[in-house]
């Protein structure tokens, strides 16, 4: 389901869903906190909390009826989620929502008592979240976003798409991607293994972007893959520019860098996580513990791929994989 569903099926069942009705019935107003990486004007970042909110109201909360949600937006700075995670703990919810890792990491720096059911995390062990998944052990608990394996496949991709490519640089920003860890060790592994010069590409900001595209695109032979990561999700359309001026075959992590431009991406489908982390928080509100909720692996990809940027970069999609694609976009 796309942005537009979403949103249009929320402002449908606020109006007349019978779950709404008997939610107006409540008496108690339960207090929800969401600590999100991006700002409130990203339209991704909306969608997402259409979905959310969404499947709140199939499972019976309504904003402004039975519960209440105190939102804040980290705007993809590290410093400005601690300043917001502290706020939003000093409001004592009765669970938070926390999406990304830093969001995450703001909020567990803040509190080890208050529930939080993460979205969109990559590493919630190694990033000292959670004991195990399947006992998370803590107040903490969620959904994780991608597993490190996956770097193989965007590199396969990226092979495919441009059999010509020598060298593949991987960018993140160690900031806000402290897991870097978990894509890199199995990156390394798979461009080894073909014959392709691995790149690790850590970057601060915007310009530190531009620099590190610059440099690769001057050359014959080189790929990007950009990192699940909240600056490289903040700055796409500063990488998604950079790649089409220097002609830079280049694989994304989720579906909404294609929809604004970028070449192709292999990843999971983000509204998807958000809906199952609504069911998290209601079981949470109707008396379950985080160590009792197990964290839970993605189960919806989705294959995106824009034949305009194709055609732009002069780098036609093998028909292969665009007959596996789940998305065409022109």
């Known amino acids: 389901m796309r942005?537009?569903?979403?949103?249009?099926?929320?402002?449908?069942?606020?109006?007349?869903?019978?779950?709404?009705?008997?939610?107006?019935?409540?008496?108690?107003?339960?207090?929800?906190?969401?600590?999100?990486?991006?700002?409130?004007?990203?339209?991704?970042?909306?969608?997402?909390?259409?979905?959310?909110?969404?499947?709140?109201?199939?499972?019976?909360?309504?904003?402004?009826?039975?519960?209440?949600?105190?939102?804040?937006?980290?705007?993809?700075?590290?410093?400005?989620?601690?300043?917001?995670?502290?706020?939003?703990?000093?409001?004592?919810?009765?669970?938070?929502?926390?999406?990304?890792?830093?969001?995450?990491?703001?909020l567990q720096r803040e509190t080890r008592t208050i529930p939080i059911v993460f979205a969109i995390v990559s590493d919630p062990i190694g990033s000292g979240f959670v004991a195990s998944l399947a006992n998370p052990g803590g107040n903490i608990t969620g959904f994780i976003n991608i597993e490190g394996s996956l770097s193989g496949k965007w590199l396969e991709l990226l092979r495919e798409i441009a059999p010509g490519t020598s060298r593949v640089a991987f960018m993140f920003n160690p900031q806000t991607a402290p897991y870097a860890r978990y894509y890199l060790d199995t990156f390394r592994s798979a461009a080894s293994a073909v014959a392709i010069g691995p790149m690790e590409v850590p970057i601060q900001d915007a310009a530190g972007i531009e620099a590190a595209i610059t440099m690769l695109g001057r050359e014959a032979g080189g790929g990007l893959i950009v990192m699940p990561d909240t600056t490289m999700q903040v700055h796409r359309a500063t990488i998604i520019s950079l790649a089409a001026r220097f002609r830079l075959p280049t694989v994304y992590p989720f579906r909404f860098f294609v929809a604004d431009g970028g070449l192709i991406s292999y990843g999971i489908v983000l509204t998807d996580l958000l809906n199952r982390a609504a069911s998290y928080v209601d079981r949470i509100l109707r008396?379950?513990?985080?160590?009792?909720?197990?964290?839970?692996?993605?189960?919806?990809?989705?294959?995106?791929?824009?034949?305009?940027?194709?055609?732009?970069?002069?780098?036609?999609?093998?028909?292969?994989?665009?007959?596996?694609?789940?998305?065409?976009?022109e």
């Open 287 to 329: 008396g379950a513990k985080p160590n009792e909720l197990p964290v839970q692996l993605p189960t919806k990809f989705e294959l995106a791929i824009n034949l305009k940027t194709s055609r732009v970069l002069g780098l036609p999609i093998p028909p292969t994989i665009i007959s596996r694609a789940d998305e065409l976009i």
């Open 3 to 106: 942005r537009r569903e979403f949103i249009g099926l929320l402002g449908a069942m606020a109006v007349g869903s019978p779950l709404v009705a008997r939610a107006q019935q409540a008496g108690t107003v339960r207090r929800i906190g969401v600590l999100n990486s991006f700002a409130e004007t990203d339209l991704e970042a909306q969608a997402w909390d259409a979905a959310f909110r969404t499947r709140l109201i199939e499972l019976g909360w309504v904003s402004g009826q039975n519960i209440r949600i105190d939102y804040r937006w980290g705007v993809g700075s590290v410093d400005r989620l601690q300043v917001f995670a502290n706020e939003l703990v000093r409001l004592n919810p009765e669970v938070m929502l926390a999406v990304t890792t830093p969001a995450t990491a703001a």
